[in-house]
């Protein structure tokens, strides 16, 4: 019975740190959020390929990716 009850604690305490798009000083993306928005308007502008935003996605923003759990 308590489980469930500090199980909801634990989870009302962690923050998503993609909750808003995050940009470094130098304004590159420094979580997924804002990396998969860049990654949609370089594609849309033509700069990246859709092969080249997929792995830049995937290198990033995948199962072992990079921007997860970015530092605010």
Do not use: F
């Not at 469930?4 to 470094?24: K, T, W």
């Not at 130098?26 to 979580?31: A, C, D, K, R």
């Amino acid at each position: 019975m308590r489980l469930p009850a500090l199980l909801v604690l634990l989870l009302a305490g962690c923050g998503d740190p993609n909750e808003r798009p995050i940009y470094g000083d130098t304004g590159l993306p420094v979580n997924c959020r804002a990396y998969i928005q860049v990654a949609i308007d370089g594609y849309r502008s033509r700069q990246y390929t859709a092969d080249e935003a997929m792995a830049g996605l995937e290198r990033n923003c995948g199962a072992h990716g990079h921007a997860w759990g970015a530092k605010k």
